[in-house]
């Protein structure tokens, strides 16, 4: 008898624990933000003029290694790619257009394109990564890429 009541209040602790965590579900850490647009005036960091920065080349090209080129070396989840075979500059001249800043706070912030769904992850996943980090990694891969910033 000393068995079924211990079973039975064990279930009714682990009922109890399984409809606990049923609550409402949070949005996941590492979850993109979607823009509704995207210009220049309204995605700029307001605070930072990275126009101004200077890139360390070397730098970029390490971190690149390390992260971006997961998805910019063969163009995933819509990235301009690197590889020579799916290489455009087209590709990478019109997010070059869009300028700098924008272009630093798609890849701090994280971006999802609303029409083409095309992702770009907060930080490009790179979770140690500074803003100078992003900054010299974006101008390696579009010097690489052939594309001018318009700004």
Avoid at 22 to 27: D, I, V
Avoid at 70 to 84: D, E, I, K, S, W
Wanted: hydrophobic share 40%; with cysteine.
């Amino acid at each position: 008898m000393k068995k079924i009541i211990f079973y039975a209040l064990m279930l009714s602790v682990f009922a109890f624990a399984i409809s606990a965590c049923g609550g409402k579900k949070e949005a996941p850490a590492n979850e993109v933000k979607t823009e509704t647009t995207t210009t220049p005036a309204e995605t700029a960091t307001a605070a930072v003029d990275y126009t101004k920065w200077t890139p360390n080349f070397e730098n970029g090209k390490k971190i690149y290694a390390k992260t971006c080129m997961t998805c910019h070396f063969a163009g995933v989840t819509g990235a301009p790619a690197l590889q020579p075979e799916k290489y455009k500059l087209e590709d990478w001249q019109k997010r070059a257009d869009m300028g700098i800043n924008v272009l630093m706070t798609h890849a701090i912030n994280g971006y999802t394109n609303p029409v083409t769904k095309n992702l770009m992850p907060v930080k490009g996943t790179c979770v140690t990564c500074t803003e100078q980090d992003l900054f010299d990694a974006i101008n390696y891969m579009y010097r690489e890429a052939k594309a001018v910033f318009k700004n």
